[in-house]
């Protein structure tokens, strides 16, 4: 097969999917390709070419297929909702756990302004918007190494896993873009701080703020200040992928061989406090312009996916997605 | 109790015209009906309730995968007239 397409896919879905997926659904699409292509041998390249471009797509439909039609709850096994379950479970209760921590700082502030009170609370509550993205990341990460741990790892928990991550990903980007920037301007009112022409950093939208760098991009003089707003946005942006950056990296650890609850709690921590560090400092990069401004800001979520590859990549994995 | 999807019906239909084919030949015969990226899952589907049966082609010599050749089993033949037969007498305006 040496000079056939398809080949690498093949090794790749090999290492997914079970004996009898390959056999149904995933090697019938390869062979068609293989065989159309070389039934076009004496042709011109380009025809060469979309045959296998055309091949491609209908390989990518055939698992975005499979896997949606996988998704049916009639198709899902007591493992899988036990799993899921588990995972979300867990996922919740580190979350709420995560939200707590953070909020200790802003709480003690509060509490010197105010003393115990209503206005403490409502201090606190404005708190929150900007704590949780990062909360519901470790929540997710805690949830995938340990509600998977000991399971059977098949392919609908690991799908659902991905779309809700996405979905929180999502609804993590409205946050930080609306939310946040109120919920700041909502902390500076109450605790009685004079009010910033027009706003401050912390206080405006992404739409904003990106704005606010174009239209600083014409006075080179204020260079600082421009950074400033990268900096922010640059956070602001990157941080509502957390959660699907660490589910990545929590499957791509708990499908390689069993590893004990402290050295599961050991990943875990230094995952997501090597993640922090990265952000932070990330956004330190773009101050002292090492880097541009947009892999800065990536930077932590790169490195963890990258991360998360090289796990995938070098450990054999325990168990195949799909068995 | 035993169904038949319109795609599986019409999967069905042509195997029972032609005996045996591949999955790129059901796509081409069904005129725009079945589509690539999706006919492989349902035949999978399919083989699982047991109305179809599939093998592998001879392996070609180029070295690349073998493809696989569907036929329809006898139950998968008894579903079909069966569900034309019902299809037929509870949507005749349909039909």
Known sequence: ?323 | MLTLSPKESLILELLVREDEMYGLQLVAASRRKLKRGTVYVTLGRMEEKGYIVSRAAETPANGGLPRRLYRATPLGRRVLKKWTTATGILLPEFI
């Not at chain 1, 660490?246 to 709690?265: D, E, K, Q, S």
């Open chain 1, 1 to 323: 097969m040496n000079q056939l397409p398809g080949r690498l896919l093949h090794r790749l879905s090999n290492s997914l999917f079970s004996d009898q997926t390959m056999q149904r659904v995933i090697n019938p699409a390869l062979a068609d390709l293989q065989a159309e292509y070389s039934q076009a041998s004496g042709r011109a390249t380009w025809t060469r070419r979309r045959i296998v471009l055309r091949g491609y797509a209908a390989f990518f439909k055939v698992i975005v297929f499979y896997a949606t039609s996988s998704l049916r709850p009639g198709n899902w096994t007591v493992d899988d909702r036990r799993s899921l379950s588990r995972v979300f479970g867990l996922a919740s209760a580190m979350m709420f756990a995560a939200t707590l921590l953070f909020l200790l700082q802003p709480a003690s502030r509060a509490v010197e302004f105010r003393g115990l009170s209503r206005m403490t609370i409502l201090l606190i509550a404005t708190s929150v918007p900007d704590r949780l993205p990062y909360a519901i990341a470790i929540g997710v990460l805690f949830g995938v190494l340990f509600g998977l741990r000991d399971r059977i790892v098949s392919a609908i928990p690991v799908i659902v896993i991905v779309a809700a991550c996405l979905v929180i990903a999502a609804t993590a980007r409205v946050n930080n873009a609306r939310v946040v920037p109120w919920a700041n301007e909502a902390f500076r009112t109450l605790v009685g701080m004079p009010p910033y022409f027009p706003k401050s950093s912390a206080e405006i939208t992404l739409r904003e703020l990106r704005e606010w760098i174009r239209q600083e991009e014409d006075f080179p003089n204020s260079k600082g200040f421009r950074r400033n707003l990268l900096q922010y946005h640059g956070r602001g942006s990157a941080e509502p992928a957390a959660p699907l950056v660490f589910a990545l990296f929590g499957l791509a650890v708990i499908t390689r061989p069993r590893l004990g609850r402290a050295h599961l709690v050991c990943i875990a921590l230094l995952a997501a406090f090597g993640y922090y560090v990265v952000l932070y400092e990330g956004q330190s990069l773009i101050r002292y312009r090492v880097v541009p401004p947009i892999i800065a800001a990536w930077l932590a979520n790169i490195a963890t996916v990258l991360a998360a590859a090289a796990i995938a990549t070098v450990v054999p994995a325990r168990v195949r997605m799909s068995e």
